[in-house]
């Protein structure tokens, strides 16, 4: 478990204070390292690909639109307040983000421009890894838009299986 610590302060001293929202592919690749993998867009207004970075053991998740980064996601072991902060200061672009208002076991949190949004799920354990996903407001309210649409077809799907009629000789 003491190893743990070591690699939270290896990830913060190869996080930059510039690493943030809005930057290319490219930057991103300077930042991080290759690409270690592409994976499908979760939003539809994004670009069609995510691409997956690792460094120091810290997986990040860079999702964007129109080739700038509009989300990122940072999984880890043992995240834990103080490389959270960390890592929101490094996102901030200008101020502080709010207090974390928790919620479920997640800390939400805004940033001080209202243009970033900020959700931490921290494990039970230090050896758990931990989730931090920064991203544009923008993200955000597409992302509900998403989960929305998708509702909406969950009740139609019900209605569908309501009235299906069993098959025969079964």
Not at 23 to 28: A, M, R
Not at 38 to 57: I, Q, W
Request: proline share 4%; net charge positive; hydrophobic share 40%.
């Amino acid at each position: 478990m003491k190893s743990v610590l070591p690699l939270a302060v290896v990830l913060l001293s190869c996080v930059s204070a510039h690493a943030r929202i809005g930057e290319t592919l490219e930057e991103c690749v300077a930042r991080y390292g290759p690409v270690v993998e592409r994976l499908p867009a979760k939003v539809k207004n994004s670009d069609p690909e995510a691409c997956v970075f690792s460094k120091s053991g810290v997986t990040i998740i860079a999702e964007f639109k129109g080739g700038k980064a509009w989300r990122h996601t940072y999984r880890m072991i043992g995240l834990d307040g103080a490389s959270t902060e960390k890592l929101l200061e490094a996102e901030a672009v200008d101020g502080a983000w709010s207090a974390p208002l928790t919620l479920n076991g997640q800390e939400f949190r805004s940033s001080s421009d209202g243009k970033r949004v900020a959700v931490t799920a921290y494990g039970k354990k230090l050896s758990d890894v931990g989730v931090l996903t920064v991203a544009q407001k923008s993200y955000a309210e597409a992302n509900r838009e998403s989960y929305e649409a998708l509702l909406t077809t969950v009740s139609d799907e019900v209605q569908r299986r309501a009235s299906a009629q069993p098959l025969k000789g079964l």
